[in-house]
């Protein structure tokens, strides 16, 4: 990389020191729990996967430029600016070693929101050219496709047209006034058709309102997972649009984590202003669906289940009871992991890590962490809501040798629904 | 001679079926658009299925084969994809639920998940205005389920 890029990379660094993360690089005491909460620190061993040391070039930009001390030192010559070396050596952490699972910010002590910190420096690493390959083409892609994968319109209208002909429901594009705007994400179109369709049959018994938009269905914020503002506003801003010319009352997040987080939390700071229509994950609809006898399911699953909690939606939305509850509809043989809820292990897979083919191998080990969750439970079937999760779960189940399947929670609900005569649709 | 004239008759079919019936119709369905893949994997997992001695073991590793095509054959998260290659991806799913114990944490039947994934193959071969390719499919499984029953009551089964 040129060496104008590296300085651009370090402007952009130094423009995202804001007030809280100063206090954070001052208040941190090198107790190393964070350590500790990092799946890629704790299946490595290596020192380098330490949380915070993932954004030492952004604490020694700190220090050199904003504290006294770091001052002095620089003049005299006692410590070395960030340079192109550093960008290269630490690329690797900051993307491939970090599925921004937020973990690491819940124990630190101190208070350190060091997922965040992670999350911003990249988006220096992202402008210095120092971004992983597989996260530049999908951020290309969702810019100028409006898919990360590639996904265009056609694709989903095929799918509409097939879940017309094989169930006879309806998955209306652009219909103006309807009460829910569904979001989709690529993984789920590409991998996971049958999502769409327990959202039409689910949203079919709740005798609710729901439309897609051909302009903007996709959910998954690739800006954000890069670390580029700019990309991640343009993104959220198309779903704004397409949300506000449709007069929708709420939009709602497919199973995909970082795409809640995205459309939910960093959408409105990074589109400058509010929106006039709720956000909500689809468990949280679901749930609310629940409270008013709007879901109405039968029989029981009697395999052994466990839920892997998705971290975006666990640990920055705080959605803990909704898939419990919901789960609690259609099993009574449901178990918890050792560590679940807000103090779950990432599968290792999100934050951009399964988007980065560099990463494979690291992202192997990490799921050691959720391998060994798994063992002590001794469970028939695993239940998630998050597309990518649930791909990730599985190839690291099969490359253990576990048999265990992967369902989603929105279908496995929707494939309990009591049919109603009349209402169409499949059970 | 038993005729399935519609997919409201063939669910009903297959619902009446036990399980080691339905999964052999299941791999029968998947034989039917087994052209649309190259993993000679699937070929070998199915005839287990269809083989009527095939032990436990066999079955489980015939599962096993099905489902790391299925891995392998997916859409990578944020990887350049196209929705008319995921013909093999479907194909494979389906090859998975066949040779699978149940329909996996549904209260769905066996060889309806397999018929649907089935038709989603086809579905991504079909260009906007080909309706009729999946419709064939569709046509195909109500023929294959209602031979299926014919020669099970010819051999003394019901
Ligand atoms: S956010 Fe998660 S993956 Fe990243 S450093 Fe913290 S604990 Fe590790
Ligand atoms: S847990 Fe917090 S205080 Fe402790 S080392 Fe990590 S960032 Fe510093």
Redesign the interface.
Known sequence: MSSASIEKGIRMIREQIDAPIASFFSSCVHCGMCADACHFYVQTGDPRYTPINKVEPMRRIWEQEYTLWGRIKATLGLSRKVNAQDFEAWEELVYDGCSLCGRCSLVCPVGNDISDMIRKIREGFAVAGHAPE??V??TR?AVEIGS?????L??L???I??LK??TGLDAPLDQAGADYLVLLS??E???F??YLEAIARIMQQAGKTWTISSRAFEATN?GVQIGVSDIAAELVQRVVDAAEELGVKTVISPECGHAYTAIRFEGPNLIGRPYNFRVQHILEVLEEFRQQGLLKT??K?T?R?TFHDPCQLVRKGGVIEAPRNLLGMVTDSFVEMRDHAEMNWCCG?GG?V????RADELKSKAFNQKKSQLDELGVD?L?TAC??CR?TL??GL?RNDM?I?V?GLT??LA??LVEEPGKGG?? | MRTIENDDDLRAALTQMDVTDQRHVAALFVEDVLEYTHDSRLRHALSVVIRADASEAELKAAHRTARAAALDAHARCGADSDWSDQSPYFVARAAEAATGKNAKGTSSTLAWLVAMQCRMATCCLASETDQESEENTCSAQRRIAAEFINSRKDNGHE
């Open positions: 597989g996260l083409g999908a892609r990360p994968m590639g996904v265009r056609s694709a209208e095929a799918q047209r097939h002909h094989d690529s993984m179109i590409m991998n058709p049958e690739s039968k029989g699953e395999d289940m897979g951009g399964s988007a980065n083919e079937t239940v597309a990518n791909i599985e190839e099969e048999d399947p369902i279908e496995m494939d309990h499949e059970t």
